[in-house]
């Protein structure tokens, strides 16, 4: 359609301004926009809904309804086109530190529910358009409405705990309905065990924050009002480039258009059209807005069901099938109950919101999780067109998309009718996936079956199964045979034979996990099986059916299959000492909240790509690889650079001084050696210029051999980056032969994407003199940013300035990576001598970028009968990736923490990175202790198993007792382990519970508990001396204030906050004195990353020396005035020509590493803890849920308790998912399958244990770190493997009933297929298993 053609004017308002845009493009959705107009609060993190970063409300009018519906969408999937007539508020139009901050934006901050602080606008929002419906809302309500929001940083409880004071209940827990509260002391031990004085259990105070006043909102623009009552409505039409945009004002209108445009798609919530478009480069000349069209809304309900709207979105369907059920009798709405239990947990709130019931069935996605239910449910399909009205079942040909039985291309959905259910009619539906919330199906069901009255003979049954290939796919066959049947054991056993012949699933099927699938297919059908037969016992009860119809008693033990768990909300109890004694005016010990918190939460908090766009700026794209090792025969970009707003291709050609290293290229100059790898950028006027260009680049390869991806694969040839690395203790040989047992095996960790919210981003600005160069970038380590841009581009260090305002999370992931985006960024710039911006996409990121390095152990252990180990021999290989990147240093450090908490006399680790093609491998939070550690805990479990004791008999049998050396021979102090243990297991009431554990899984045969309690030793630091070193530059000015400076990166780790703590107490100054503005090398040079935990204690104690020049200097003037004020002070030292700045360094603490040796004292320190946790096993689906956790840490004396448990959760958290959740999928070819939140899981709100409990360990002291401190940073990420083994331990219970090996090895991570196949059973048994030789699968074990 031309474009040069008038558009209608799209109207709008944001944030109670109306915007009016002559040129709307159908292309350009609400987050680019609202950025665009300098909104920048509303944030990118993902660009497909399921993220929740960039959530924005809209309202709107129902002139039917004459209602306004506020509801909370992502804006990055809302065509701009689709707001005609509606408001938006953003983050940035309910508060400000300008003007009133809203009391939501108070309370997330002040409840510490914030740290990087790039998730919180989009929280913010979420909850705003909760209260804006709910103004006391349901912890229940709570949850659903934050389940579309991810947070990498906090763990989630923070948020929770502060969201909570909004809930009408918010004080009380409910105790899971018993009327009490968790509370209320008498009723927690967990608080009782706190009652010392010193003990502090409040992180902030509720009393201050101010209430919510509904009043205060905005209001609905009422030229909006008007608008939508205007009778006059016509076709509007936007025209874009590309697109053009019709929502018609009628039905007859839309139908015309339909006839017209038969191929165009009907966008509603675009949440299906919109990530087609992006993902497959789908482009719609012609888009059809059914927005307007009333009919497509209504709601009747016949004698014989209810019709609903096509439009209706799914949150709407929601409400009224709820009424529905609280209206009419059970028996009727079995249909609508199935449907609701998907639709609580389908996507987030915000997808709910905007997609429309039309959309979700005519999607026809294979995985839909509402198409099965309304399968099984008989629903019709209310079809109009321009020759009239007719109706279709929505049935397995409709499904299968058979054209007799679909729409016709110019017929839409008008409306759905779903019928009531029947007396003897019964429906289920079942849904398994990655985790509870937010989550696609990894298969699905709907499941019906109507008797002949008053019998259990079947007359009708009809089962669907989603998630098992392109379309929902029916056992039709299966259930016509048996018809007729009775409901007993012997049709159950027909009918999983029937249906797994009939609904097969090929070894290579998209998605991979497919014995898993199969296994599901008849566990479902299982629970469907006994849940009817619970029912029609009750039915039997009612209706005293004569004695043959009488039915199979079910063991209550059985039962358990039937119960799904519930959507919990957290709770817990966070404990820290605090010092009676000390002065009000210190804030060091105090839960101060962060220094941007409140910023965060207003969307005032300027990220790099937050920053205006600068003078003739260009932007960046990345072309990759596509294959995984090639030789590059040729670059034609030709194309790419005759297309609009192309400005330049940038290839190693254009890099004027280094390009990288030999082994680890900058751009790769003939050879690419993973899928990913970055071969050349393009630069344009724009990023939709830019990216459309790089399709356009054309890339000839020659295969090349090898092409490795798996360890196993490096092992075989041969194929590392580093050397051997060795510790040794003992005489391991000899031991072996004095053990009472040996065991040997191998233990298989996957790897973790580090899914910080803020991807990779750089903006290069190229200055006019002198070759200086101003870089900002989200970097750990803006000095080596500097470095290697500095070599990259010839010039030296001083030319070019790096700044870091904040990282939107980093957990290492920016440590070294953003060196490569900063250098790129840095060659487009000084080839085009104008500014340049690069913003890696959410799949670029994950598919670039690397993480945690998966790891593959063997293990020999040789131990006496009573549990104590006497030798070890353990070999650790970790997939690299094909550069060396920081692989041997994970390596050193995996094999000097491996042995955790134990000492064992003799002990061999060896260690080596192997070299594949697949992305590099960098640093993650815990540096290769996470993946050591499990093994280490692997084993011991195994140990346990074996001798038949219990796991933390064995842990305590084999833990540091007393002073020791390391296997690296550093002197080790075991106290405060100790007691964190011993403290844990006290208040978590260990004993008692794991009692509890064991009377439930005798009573329970389907559901399993487990309950597991680890020990931690974290050594922190660098092994490096000159790592630690550390400076800081404090200038003070002459109204008093002080500007702080050092040389650490604000990554949500509250650093900043730290450091002005410490400012505070050593001038002895009010913190409202201080400010820190950036972290720059031009203020602070040659700095060290900021990593290894010790980020604020080395920057701490710069900061301290700085200030303690400054106030040793003002000594005499303080001395002479003693009664003067600061500010006197200072502007007397001014008069005295007294320097007012000052730089304050550190030399670090002193470690050393000899790897010849194998031995020296590479840690500062160590940070002990331990931690238990309890779970709940599903043995038929592999879900579990996670019931409590306790942790105790040793933070000593932290310098701000509110902070350092906010890293212990968000770590914890980041563990759990890293142990049971998260999964890295790469293809055959080694391409990465999980490359955004739909296809790899982080922890959502509902995976927080339903009651997390963490103590900072009480009386303990660090004379090494500030103030006695510790760094807290990584070390409780270790501790999600309590959950782990929490798992592995329900999962054994559940083998010991069923009479299998107890000493099972369950691999990392611990996902619902791991447990549901370790719960093996005759479901297991009965399913196909191919041979592995016959197929390709759809993704290979890397690890
Ligand atoms: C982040 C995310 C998570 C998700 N999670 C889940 C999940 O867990 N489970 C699940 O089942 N689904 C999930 N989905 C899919 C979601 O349910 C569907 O995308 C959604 O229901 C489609 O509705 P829509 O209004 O957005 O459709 P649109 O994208 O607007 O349209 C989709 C298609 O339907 C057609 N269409 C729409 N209305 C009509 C009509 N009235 N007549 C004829 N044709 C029509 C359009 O022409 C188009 O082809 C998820 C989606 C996202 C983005
Ligand atoms: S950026 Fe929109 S949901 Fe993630
Ligand atoms: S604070 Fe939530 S992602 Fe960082």
């Known amino acids: 359609m031309p474009s040069h053609l008038q558009s209608n004017e799209l109207v709008f308002f944001v944030n109670g301004k109306k915007i009016t845009e002559k040129n709307a493009d159908p292309e350009v959705n609400l987050l680019s926009y609202l950025r665009k107009i300098r909104l920048t609060g509303t944030k990118y993190a993902c660009g497909g809904g399921g993220c929740g970063a960039c959530t924005v409300m809209v309202s709107k009018y129902d002139p039917i309804s004459k209602k306004i519906r506020h509801y909370a969408v992502t804006a990055c999937l809302l065509p701009i086109c689709s707001l005609h007539g509606a408001a938006v508020t953003t983050v940035e139009g309910i508060g400000s530190t300008r003007t009133r901050i809203h009391p939501i934006q108070e309370r997330i901050a002040k409840g510490h529910g914030t740290q990087c602080g790039f998730c919180t606008p989009g929280m913010v929002m979420s909850l705003y358009a909760l209260l804006r419906n709910h103004p006391e809302p349901s912890p229940q309500q709570l949850t659903e409405a934050l389940g579309g929001n991810l947070c990498r940083c906090t763990g989630y409880r923070s948020i929770l705990e502060s969201s909570k004071t909004f809930c009408a209940e918010s004080n009380c827990c409910q105790m899971k309905g018993t009327g009490k509260c968790c509370l209320d002391q008498e009723e927690n031990p967990t608080l009782l065990s706190h009652q010392k004085n010193d003990i502090c259990t409040q992180l902030f105070t509720k009393e201050e924050f101010q209430p919510l006043d509904p009043t205060q909102e905005l209001i609905f623009p009422p030229e909006l009002l008007r608008m939508a009552d205007d009778l006059n409505k016509e076709t509007l039409t936007f025209y874009g480039e590309r697109v053009t945009w019709i929502s018609p004002a009628t039905l007859k209108e839309l139908l015309e258009l339909k006839v017209k445009y038969p191929e165009s798609p009907l966008v509603v919530g675009n949440t299906s059209v919109g990530p087609a478009m992006k993902s497959k480069g789908h482009v719609h000349p012609v888009l059809l807005s059914p927005a307007r069209i009333s009919e497509l809304s209504m709601v009747t309900n016949t004698n014989d069901g209810l019709t609903i709207g096509a439009g209706c979105s799914l949150a709407q369907v929601k409400q009224i099938l709820t009424d529905e059920v609280s209206k009419l009798p059970e028996k009727k709405t079995r249909t609508y109950q199935a449907l609701l239990k998907h639709l609580r947990s389908l996507a987030g709130q915000q997808i709910r919101n905007m997609a429309s019931l039309g959309g979700h069935i005519i999607s026809r996605h294979g995985y839909s999780d509402l198409n099965p239910i309304l399968a099984v449910g008989n629903t019709t399909l209310n079809l109009v067109s321009k020759e009239g009205r007719r109706q279709i079942p929505l049935n397995e040909n409709f499904l299968a998309g058979l054209a007799n039985a679909d729409l016709k291309p110019e017929e839409i959905l008008e409306s759905v009718h779903i019928p009531h259910s029947d007396k003897w009619e019964f429906v289920a539906a079942f849904r398994q996936a990655q985790c509870q919330q937010n989550a696609l199906p990894d298969v699905n069901c709907g499941m019906r079956v109507l008797f002949k009255e008053d019998s259990d003979t079947i007359a009708d049954l009809s089962i669907f199964y989603g998630g098992l290939g392109s379309a929902t796919v029916s056992a039709q066959k299966s259930c016509q045979q048996l018809l007729g049947r009775r409901w007993n054991a012997l049709m159950l056993d027909e009918a999983y034979r029937l249906i797994l012949d009939e609904v097969s699933l090929p070894g290579s099927a998209p998605g991979g996990m497919v014995e898993f699938k199969r296994t599901l297919i008849v566990s479902f059908l299982f629970k469907f099986y006994l849940g009817v037969l619970q029912e029609l016992k009750k039915m039997v009860k009612m209706t005293s059916l004569p004695n043959n119809h009488r039915y199979p008693d079910i063991s209550e033990k059985f039962l358990s299959a039937l119960e799904e768990f519930p959507v919990t909300i957290s709770r817990g109890v966070q404990a820290f000492q605090v010092d009676p004694t000390q002065s009000p005016n210190d804030p060091v010990g105090r839960p101060i909240l962060h220094q941007s918190g409140i910023k965060h939460a207003t969307g005032e908090a300027i990220f790099c790509d937050d920053m205006p766009v600068v003078d003739k700026e260009l932007f960046l794209a990345l072309v990759t690889s596509t294959k995984a090792h090639a030789k590059i025969i040729s670059i034609d970009a030709s194309e790419a650079l005759e297309l609009p707003g192309v400005v330049d291709v940038i290839t190693a050609e254009d890099i004027p001084g280094t390009n990288g290293t030999e082994d680890d290229r900058l751009l790769p ?561 080694g391409l990465l399958h999980s490359k955004g939140p739909d296809e790899y899981k982080i922890p959502t709100v509902s995976d927080v244990p339903e009651e997390l409990n963490v103590s900072l360990l009480a009386s303990s002291q660090n004379p090494m770190a500030i103030y006695s401190s510790k760094g807290l940073g990584e070390s409780g990420m270790f501790l999600g493997c309590s959950v782990f083994f929490a798992i592995s331990d329900a999962v054994t219970a559940a083998r010991k009933e069923r009479g299998l090996m107890e000493d099972f090895m369950l691999n990392s991570p611990a996902t619902p297929e791991r447990i549901r196949m370790a719960c093996a059973d005759r479901f297991t048994e009965m399913i196909p298993i191919d041979d592995a030789e016959t197929f390709k699968p759809w993704c290979i074990p890397i690890a």
């Open 669 to 1229: 100059v003939d050879e690419v050696l993973c899928v990913g790898h970055i071969i050349c950028a393009v630069a344009a006027e724009s990023d939709v210029y830019a990216k459309r260009a790089v399709e356009k680049v054309k890339i000839i390869y020659e295969d090349q051999e090898p092409v490795i991806f798996t360890i196993e694969d490096a092992i075989r040839h041969n194929s590392y980056l580093s050397c051997e690395k060795k510790l040794e203790q003992g005489n391991v040989e000899e031991a072996f032969e004095n053990v009472d047992q040996i065991i040997e095996g191998e233990i298989h960790v996957g790897g973790q994407e580090h899914f910080y919210m803020e991807t990779q981003r750089a903006l290069a600005i190229p200055k006019v003199e002198d070759q200086e160069m101003e870089i900002y970038v989200s970097s750990q380590d803006p000095s080596h940013v500097q470095k290697t841009v500095s070599s990259t581009l010839n010039v030296p260090i001083n030319r070019i300035t790096c700044h870091v305002k904040r990282v939107g999370g980093g957990f290492g992931g920016k440590v070294s990576k953003p060196a490569v985006y900063g250098a790129i960024t840095a060659v487009a710039a000084n080839k085009t001598g104008r500014p340049v911006r690069l913003v890696l996409d959410r799949r670029e990121d994950m598919l670039m970028t690397g993480g945690r390095h998966p790891l593959f152990a063997k293990y020999k252990v040789g131990f006496m009968n009573n549990g104590r180990i006497k030798a070890m021999d353990v070999q650790c290989y970790i997939n690299g990736g094909y550069t060396l990147d920081d692989s041997e240093l994970v390596i050193e450090y995996l094999l000097l923490k491996l042995e955790n908490a134990y000492k064992i006399n003799n002990l061999r680790f060896l260690g080596r990175p192997c070299k594949t093609n697949l992305p590099s491998n960098t640093a993650f939070r815990g540096f290769g202790f996470p993946q050591g550690g499990l093994v280490m805990e692997s084993c011991i479990t195994a140990v346990a198993a074996k001798c038949g004791l219990p796991p933390e008999k064995v842990r305590e049998k084999n833990m540091y007792k007393r002073i020791d050396k390391t296997i690296y021979k550093q002197a080790y102090s075991p106290d405060k382990l100790l007691r964190c243990w011993n403290e844990c297991l006290d208040q978590s009431s260990y004993h008692s519970r794991k009692a509890k554990v064991e009377e439930f899984n005798s009573k329970n045969y389907w559901k399993k508990k487990g309950i597991a309690i680890v020990p931690m030793k974290f050594s922190v630091g660098f092994g490096a001396t000159s790592y630690h070193q550390a400076a800081a530059l404090v200038h003070i000015y002459t109204d008093g204030s002080v500007l702080v400076t050092h040389g650490g990166s604000e990554l949500g780790q509250g650093i900043h906050t730290k450091m002005i703590q410490i400012a505070s107490r050593e001038l002895k100054i009010p913190m409202s004195y201080m400010h820190f503005c950036e972290t720059s090398t031009a203020t602070v040079p040659n700095t060290i990353a900021t990593a290894a935990s010790v980020g604020a204690d080395v920057n701490g104690k710069a900061v301290q020396n700085a200030c303690q020049i400054l106030l040793k200097r003002l000594d005499p003037i303080i001395k002479k005035n003693p009664e003067g004020t600061w500010e006197e002070w200072v502007e007397a030292a001014f008069e005295q020509r007294i320097s007012l700045s000052a730089t304050g360094y550190f030399r670090g603490y002193k470690a050393n590493m000899d790897w010849e040796k194998g031995e020296g004292d590479p840690f500062p320190y160590y940070v002990d803890g331990a931690a238990c946790s309890e779970v709940e096993i599903d043995c038929l689906t592999g879900a579990h849920k996670n019931i409590r956790t306790d942790i105790v840490m040793d933070a000593s004396c932290s310098i701000n308790p509110a902070i350092d448990i906010g890293q212990i959760e968000g770590s914890f958290i980041q563990g759990l998912g890293l142990y049971t959740l998260e999964e890295l999928k790469y293809s055959p070819e």
